[in-house]
């Protein structure tokens, strides 16, 4: 079954692919059909979006265990994240009050 993070955002793959060391591996793009891993790998285009996590991985999708795009964390990717994308966790009592009533995805307008 898969799993959701405590907190994830989006961001457009152009502004990911703005870090010099982003992978370009295609494993954990999401398939053209069904899933079935003999289909092809659906390609990402600038304007497609991806999902940072609490803990820095990205996924193709909102689960934190499917789809993963990049999960070697560094603290190069962090301070990327951080600083470039603006990317900041909210306080775990904020995520836990907003858990109670619905999953926390954020987007960001592009």
């Not at 289909?39 to 993963?68: A, C, M, R, W």
Request: glycine share 6%; hydrophobic share 35%.
């Amino acid at each position: 079954m898969a799993t959701l993070g405590r907190y994830c955002k989006a961001y457009p793959v152009k502004s990911l692919r703005a870090f010099p060391n982003w992978p370009d591996k295609t494993g954990g793009l999401r398939r053209t059909d069904s899933g079935s891993p003999e289909s092809e790998p659906k390609p990402l285009s600038d304007d497609d979006y991806l999902f940072v996590h609490d803990n820095f991985i990205v996924t193709n999708g909102i689960f934190i265990d499917q789809n993963i795009i990049l999960d070697e964390v560094s603290p190069e990717w962090r301070l990327f994240c951080e600083q470039s994308l603006g990317f900041v966790v909210p306080p775990a009592d904020a995520i836990a009050s907003h858990e109670a009533t619905e999953t926390s995805v954020s987007i960001p307008n592009s």
